[in-house]
T-cell receptor, first 110, second 113 residues
């Protein structure tokens, strides 16, 4: 069945470090791919999306590229800030259903 | 412009009881999806409502049912509650175009004793 696998956390980085959170998916058909973020005490928010192969989604310095050949959608940021500390969820949408990964908690130290 | 609102924020029930959770979508949205998020896990899709009908369902038993009203608000009903139903229940709204992003509410925390 359709599924999303993302790297386990927590991930702990120092401020200004490079971030990668790996995400791979299994899907029948052609899903849209998303990264959502949940900041402490807040609800889920869409961070970025890509709707077809080779699309790059970007927002707030974060980027992810839809790689059909490797079924991946890895999240990257060149220089993280303390304010980026949150839980990040990779997700795919196929039909009307959205499937989420288990989430990766990121801690950024000053 | 109000976002997605859910009520109540917290709820405590006992095994075997029934519960109803409510959701008002973001202004202008006509589609509502419900998710269950267990502690430390990602949200799991329960079902989606559009034009007052369930149009896709995840892998949840028939104890989970829903309804959408003409004003696009929605209810999630769970019968014969089990301990394993303890979770955060999230509502998300969107426009009918499936490529449009969903907007999430803050959820209802349901605890089963």
């Amino acid at each position: 069945g359709d599924s999303v696998t993302q790297m386990e956390g927590p991930v702990t980085l120092s401020e200004e470090a490079f971030l990668t959170i790996n995400c791979t998916y299994t899907a029948t058909g052609y899903p849209s791919l998303f990264w959502y973020v949940q900041y402490p005490g807040e609800g889920l928010q869409l961070l970025l999306k890509a709707t077809k192969a080779d699309d790059k989604g970007s927002n707030k310095g974060f980027e992810a590229t839809y790689r059909k050949e490797t079924t991946s959608f890895h999240l990257e940021k060149g220089s993280v800030q303390v304010s980026d500390s949150a839980v990040y969820f990779c997700a795919l949408r196929i039909g009307f259903k959205t499937i989420f990964g288990a989430g990766t908690r990121l801690f950024v130290k000053a | 412009d109000a976002g997605v609102t859910q009520s109540p924020t917290h709820l405590i029930k006992t095994r075997g009881q029934q519960v109803t959770l409510r959701c008002s979508p973001k202004s202008g949205h006509d589609t509502v999806s419900w998710y269950q998020q267990a502690l430390g896990q990602g949200p799991q899709f329960i079902f989606q409502y559009y034009e007052e009908e369930e149009r896709q369902r995840g892998n949840f038993p028939d104890r989970f049912s829903g309804h959408q009203f003409p004003n696009y608000s929605s209810e999630l009903n769970v019968n014969a509650l089990l301990l394993g139903d303890s979770a955060l229940y999230l509502c998300a709204s969107s426009l009918r175009d499936s490529n449009q992003p969903q907007h999430f509410g803050d959820g209802t925390r349901l605890s089963i004793l």
